[in-house]
């Protein structure tokens, strides 16, 4: 549920036509989420397997295959964006993101020009620009955030990204505020369980705890984003789903409760969530703690700057496969 006594959002990573029109205003009504998060992933798997779009996409015939893809986003999101407009309007986040075409992922340009259009399309004040984390989206995250659209920075794996990330959206939101100003905020999206499913197998073979890379990393990056200070800047957990049976639904989510925070994660997590009994804080983690983690990992012959580079890569990679396949199903 959501906690705005400690400031904890909880946002569903999900989006796809009949539940936006049905359950998703039932979740925002009772309290459990106040906000959503879209990829090019989830987008690829509700366009090309609900039958919901079919009707749409038979008036768009003769689009190219993108040109399909933005129309049936851009109505999904803005279904979601209206259906959250309440708690936007009463300061309860209210957002819903939307991601640039991963293959834009080092054009600064074409990002900042995408990004702008599709929120000009949308419509809705309560949208959030996706962004990847790569040099060509901080310049592109800094544009956005000076005209005044809000900013998802995503594919974040290491604290260095966290700290570019941080300045570039410290320069947008100051241009933006010299030209006027009025709400704006951006969100730093930490993934988390990746690292765990990436490094797990080694690390039970060296005699190590699994199940903490994530959360360590997670940790580390919260403290970064507090200790800038900056209200309109916050940490969005992400990745936190997990995969076999080996950890309980909510594990991530549990670990990584914070104050003035963010979660998002799929359905079914939440749903694990929300059953439990009440779940204190457990961030933040003293920097020592966190520092001692890592060093043991160095120890024992980790490269977290290599593991934070085949991470990104791969996620930037994962996005680009599944929003071709995606395009290549509507041609």
Known sequence: MVNRDIGFSLWLDFVERDYLKNEFGSLIEKGIINGATSNPSIFASAITTSPAYAEQLKSLEGKSAKEKYEALAIDDIRTAAQALRGSYDTGNDGYISIEVD???SNDTQGTIDEGKRLFAAIGEP?????VPATEAGYAAMTELLCTGISVNATLIFSPKQAQKCLKAMKKGMDGFEASGGGRCEAVISVFVSRFDRLLDADLEKEGLEV???GIYNAAKI???????NTPSVRTLFASTGVKGDDLVADYYMRELLAP???NTAPLATIESFITQEEVRPQ????EDVINGYFTKLADNGFDMDEV???LLNDGLEAFEKSFQEMLDTLK
Not at 283 to 286: A, E, G, T
């Open 222 to 228: 919260y403290n970064l984003v507090e200790s800038n």
């Open 211 to 213: 199940a903490k890379t």
């Open 308 to 310: 934070y580079k085949e």
């Open 126 to 130: 309560n949208v959030m620009v996706k």
């Open 260 to 262: 003035r925070s963010v």
């Open 102 to 104: 991963p293959f834009l």
């Open 283 to 286: 961030l933040p983690i003293d």
